[in-house]
């Protein structure tokens, strides 16, 4: 089968208005959210020592520069507003194309949007808590709240990016200085990693540190708005990469010299404890407003690059077509977005219903995102063999190498995430609604195809 094309589809173009700066700004964004202030205090508890634990963030940013290489050549070679939607249907056909699609607009992106509000919600309500319900209700209206502020234009979106990126930035960084020059805490003894103790982490400790990595793949739906994307693409992925690797490495480093190991192991909320350690008990209600920045920073880019998918679906599969439209005044895809935003407030009330919400949305996403992961990075072979839109693409050093590696932590990274959700309660119940969700795509793609080929 074909892949689609650019120009099908109603409405509008995509134009070329983002910079370098925006989309470092879009990448850094996404990435740096809460993860980092949830996720250091469970893998300090899988590791045999301070060392491993600084060696694992680092190999994290490793890993995540691997990839976004493959992806700077899948974007350079075929830039596309449809990002990864795109790659699958030019590598495999339209129909695995689809699915991802499916996939992206009722499980991956939405399930991600929900859980980013969760997060907000939970810390909003520690500084002006609304009742029993109170993290759904904050996630609810900041769901509303970002989309409208998409739904009003582009340029409006991405200086409101730029600016909530560089304050969530340089809170982190007063949260390091705080946190290095402050005198080394008396802390407890660390506990042995878990498992076997001659190990230098455990599994889980991965799972984590790639879990808060990740959303750099993001900038693959930013190709067709980008200017000069060839040069580009590479740039704002690698400087993305490099920016949240140093902003990690030193915020862990911080949490060792105030928390220890065995502090951070015995820490429920270690970013909390390490201000509280530094600066008292405002520093701690500082923290929320950090994290509050930090939730509405990702919530914001997540809202803006996963209508984009909505958008290329609705461009190439005539049961979406109200999707494929265009704004050329607002220079967004309205309807997308608003639909997104529709299937996201209903998982946010669907979670509220459960002990965690965020924990019951992350474990709905993560298998659907891991198996399109993998698919996408093999997607670079198959696509290699075909004519690029540009001249003279990026290519990713090391080949095929590179690339092998990428799809092994991939398919590593999707047993473990099926295992882990699995063995959680209620995240097992995310779990298998996801996929079942990923699964009725199939006859939502058998219809589509049968009224393709009515209207052909």
Known sequence: MSAPTQQQGAGGQPRPTLTVFDAVAMIVGIVIGVGIFKAPSIVAGNVSGETA???????????????????????????????????????????????????????????????????????????????????????????????????????????????????????????????????????????????????????????????????????????????????????????????????????????????????????????????????????????????????????NATVFTGARTNYALGRDFIIFRALGRWNEKSSAPVNALLVQGAISLALVALASFTPDGFTTMVAYTAPAFWLFFMLIGMSLFLLREQQPANQSPFRVPLYPFTPILFVNVCGYMLYSTLDYAMSLDPGSIGAMVGIAMLASGVPVLMWAKRRAAEAA
């Open 53 to 299: 634990f600084i060696a694992l963030w680092v190999a994290g940013g490793v890993i995540s520069l691997i990839g976004a290489l493959c992806y700077a050549e899948l974007g350079s070679s075929h830039p596309n507003a449809g990002g990864e939607y795109y790659f699958l249907s030019k590598a495999y056909g339209d129909w695995l194309g689809f699915l991802f699609a499916w996939a992206r607009m009722t499980v991956i992106q939405t399930g991600a949007i929900a859980a980013i509000a969760f997060v907000f919600g939970d810390y909003a309500s520690t500084l002006l808590p609304l009742g029993s319900k109170s993290s759904a209700i904050y996630a609810g209206l900041a769901v509303i709240a970002i989309t409208a502020l998409n739904v009003a234009g582009t340029s409006q979106s991405k200086w409101v990016q730029n600016a909530l990126t560089i304050a969530l930035a340089i809170a982190i960084l007063a949260v390091v200085v705080g946190g290095l020059s402050a005198p080394a805490a008396s802390v407890p003894a660390a506990s042995p990693v878990t498992g076997d103790a001659r190990s230098w982490f455990s599994g889980l400790a991965l799972i984590f540190v790639l879990l808060t990595y990740g959303g750099w793949n993001e900038a693959a739906y930013l190709t067709a708005e980008m200017r000069d994307t060839r040069r580009n693409i590479v740039r704002a992925l690698v400087i993305g990469i490099v920016v949240i690797t140093v902003l990690y490495v030193l915020l862990n480093l911080a949490y060792l010299k105030v928390l220890g190991l065995g502090g951070m192991q015995a820490s429920k909320a270690i970013a909390s404890d390490l201000m509280r350690a530094t600066w008292g008990q405002g520093g701690a209600w500082l923290l929320g407003i950090v994290v509050v920045s930090a939730a509405l920073s990702t919530l």
